[in-house]
């Protein structure tokens, strides 16, 4: 199947900072990208879908200054949180889709996660 | 709007027991719906879908039908196995292209020797 992977897997940092968590599908065009957010125990929940060469889609209540998402090219997306603060730890995921003729295309594959720590 | 419950883990099973995970839903329309797997360390994989009522998914072992009179879609094996153990979350799309998805909390299935 495809691949997607995300660098850092883990990373900590001081409030204030900014941190960028890189996505990219290794064996395949990802003509969208999505970015989610997990806290435990909990479901993950969409932040933004990202489209190639275009602006994120935030859903509602996501602060769009805070986390810059920008999808440069077809195999790498990034999210950017700014001035990160305690509240903003998390376990951050990103999957990329290709819409194709095939159905089997029609999915999302996801990374493995990266784990944020605002100290 | 749209939600996804699932059972609370951990589910704590022998090898070849029978596994149930119950998923149940509320949605508009007529959703599309999925079960992902995620094995420590990896990204979520899709395991298995069914985009219409009475549809079952099957894949590794694993079944699932979508049962819209009781807005279920409950994820069955057999005999499970060691190799199984992971985090099982259910979810649905509003449509069939698995454009945005709604995802239940997760469940851990730890299976013993």
């Known amino acids: 199947g495809a691949v997607v992977s995300q660098h850092p897997s883990r990373v900590i940092c001081k409030s204030g900072t900014s941190v960028k968590i890189e996505c990219r599908s290794l064996?395949?065009?990802?003509?969208?990208m999505f970015w989610y957010r997990q806290f435990p125990k909990q479901s993950l929940m969409l932040m933004a879908t990202?489209?190639?060469?275009?602006?994120?889609?935030?859903e509602q209540g996501v602060e769009k200054d805070k986390f810059l998402i920008n999808h440069a090219s077809l195999t790498l997306s990034t999210l950017t949180v700014t001035s990160a603060h305690p509240e903003d730890s998390s376990f951050y995921i990103c999957?990329?889709?290709?819409?194709?003729?095939?159905?089997?295309?029609?999915?999302?594959?996801f990374g493995p996660g990266t784990r944020l720590t605002v100290l | 709007g749209n939600s996804v419950t699932q059972m609370e883990g951990p589910v704590t099973l022998s090898e070849e027991a029978f596994l149930t995970i119950n998923c149940t839903y509320t949605?508009?329309?007529?959703?599309?719906l999925f079960w992902y797997v995620q094995y420590p360390g990896e990204g979520l994989q899709l395991l298995l879908k069914?985009?219409?009522?009475?549809d079952k998914g099957s894949n590794k072992g694993f079944e699932a039908t979508y049962r819209k009179e009781t807005t279920s879609f409950h994820l069955e094996k057999g005999s499970v196995q060691v190799s199984d153990s992971a985090v099982y979350f259910c979810a649905l799309s509003e449509d069939g292209t698995a454009s945005k998805l709604t995802f239940g909390t997760g469940t851990r299935l730890q299976v013993t020797l």
């Open positions: 069914a985009t219409k009522a009475d």
């Open positions: 999957s990329a889709r290709v819409v194709g003729g095939l159905a089997t295309y029609n999915e999302q594959f």
């Open positions: 990202s489209n190639e060469g275009s602006k994120a889609t935030y």
């Open positions: 949605a508009t329309g007529y959703p599309s």
């Open positions: 064996d395949f065009q990802a003509t969208t």
